[in-house]
Structure formats: structure tokens, C-alpha cells
């Protein structure tokens, strides 16, 4: 588990193909890996990968195929600047918000604008995330925990203030840039828990409208 506060913007050093998936190389920049040891998780771009070797200012870390087909990390080429957080201990302070660093989805970037001293983003999410996405609601994006400021379908605006832009890659993000999207778990635990006995059935995918119908909600009432 994460916070979605990034510790560090790291670099890749180098991603090595093999059999089909690859190896990523990375250097941590000022992550402080004294009290990383070999199979621990740290958080690249928002995706959880295992710490296979290290020295005090790298590690390499296996993508699988499944990361590479459902995350961004296949778009990194040697040079690339990535978020980096380490795993969360029972005593970190949990300034943003609980992140697994499971990817949801990619989203898109469709709108950069100078509001202030701070950048103004739109992002497009699939459509199937979008009812996980909430105005005032959290969302990670490449790992960072933000704050939704407003939704419009399947896009969301997000307004990022000189600290994030700094201690993050968005101050990178141009129109057209894949980012990796990560909804809020509570979200998918309450989807979840409003199926009731139906999530034991085979079939069941999650709330529809006519799901809700068929449990009074939306009758005279409610």
C-alpha cells in the first residue's frame, strides 16, 4: 500500500526485454533507500513493482506482461522521469490518500491551462471508471494522490499547485500524454458491498441502473 505522496522523481536507467516482458532499471534520484531491502515494493508511476536488486541509488524491478498491457509503463524509454514512492510502514503519515498501486486504467491528458501560478488539467478516464470518480473525491494519477475539482463525464479536471508540479513528472504532462489512473478503493469496496448476495453470482459485474431499480432505489421514497 501507498499514500500518493511522491517521495522522489527517478529516472529510468534502463529496460532490459526479456522473454516478453521486461526489466526496468531505475535511478531513485533523492529516495532514501536505507531501509529498502530485496522484495519490497516501491511505486513507479503509481504501479507497485518487487525490488529485485538495488544499490544505494538504484533498483531493477520485473514488469510483467499484464503490467505492460494494462499500465503506461510500456510508453518509458531510458531517460524517462517517474514517480517514485516506497511502500507505507504503520507509522507514515498518510497525507493523501490509501493507494494500492493496482492500475485501474489509462487515462489521457485533453486540456493543460495556466490558472495562476498553477496548471489546470483535464483528464479523460475509460469509460468504465467513470463512476469511481467524484468531484472533491481522490484519485491517483501516475501515482499521485489528487483531488478531483470537477467531473464531466468520463473527464475530470484537476488543478495542481507549484509544490505538486515540482515534486512530481506533471509538470512534464502535455495534451495527448497516457497517465496511469487509480480510483479510489472505497469506491470499488462500496460497489462491492451494495451487490449483497449477488456478488457470489457468476454474472455480477456491478450497480446499473437497473440493478438499483430492482432494490427500490429511484421508487417513490428514495
Request: include cysteine.
Amino acid at each position: 500500500m501507498f499514500t500518493g505522496i511522491i517521495e522522489s522523481i527517478g529516472k529510468i536507467e534502463s529496460i532490459t526485454p526479456k522473454g516478453g516482458d521486461m526489466c526496468l532499471s531505475v535511478r531513485v534520484g533523492e529516495l532514501d533507500m536505507s531501509d529498502v531491502a530485496l522484495g519490497d515494493s516501491i511505486a513507479v508511476n503509481g504501479v507497485c513493482l518487487t525490488v529485485v536488486e538495488m544499490d544505494a541509488n538504484r533498483f531493477a524491478a520485473d514488469v510483467s506482461r499484464e503490467s505492460l498491457s494494462k499500465t503506461t509503463l510500456g510508453d518509458l524509454h531510458t531517460g524517462s522521469a517517474v514517480n517514485l514512492e516506497k511502500a507505507l510502514t504503520p507509522t507514515t503519515r498518510l497525507g493523501g490518500h490509501l493507494v494500492s498501486g493496482h492500475v485501474d486504467g489509462v487515462g489521457r491528458v485533453v486540456s493543460r491551462e495556466e490558472e495562476a501560478r498553477a496548471i489546470t488539467f483535464w483528464i479523460e478516464a475509460p469509460a468504465e471508471l467513470a463512476k469511481y470518480i467524484a468531484v472533491k473525491g481522490s484519485i491517483a494519477v501516475d501515482g499521485t494522490s489528487l483531488t478531483v475539482n470537477e467531473v464531466d463525464g468520463a473527464r475530470f479536471r484537476l488543478t495542481i499547485i507549484p509544490h505538486t508540479l515540482e515534486r512530481t513528472i506533471m509538470s512534464e504532462y502535455q495534451v495527448g500524454r497516457r497517465v496511469n489512473l487509480e480510483v479510489d478503493l472505497i469506491a470499488r469496496y462500496l460497489e462491492r458491498l451494495m451487490l449483497g448476495e449477488k456478488a457470489a453470482e457468476p454474472s455480477a459485474k456491478g450497480i446499473s441502473a437497473a440493478f438499483l431499480a430492482d432494490n427500490g432505489f429511484g421508487s417513490a421514497g428514495y
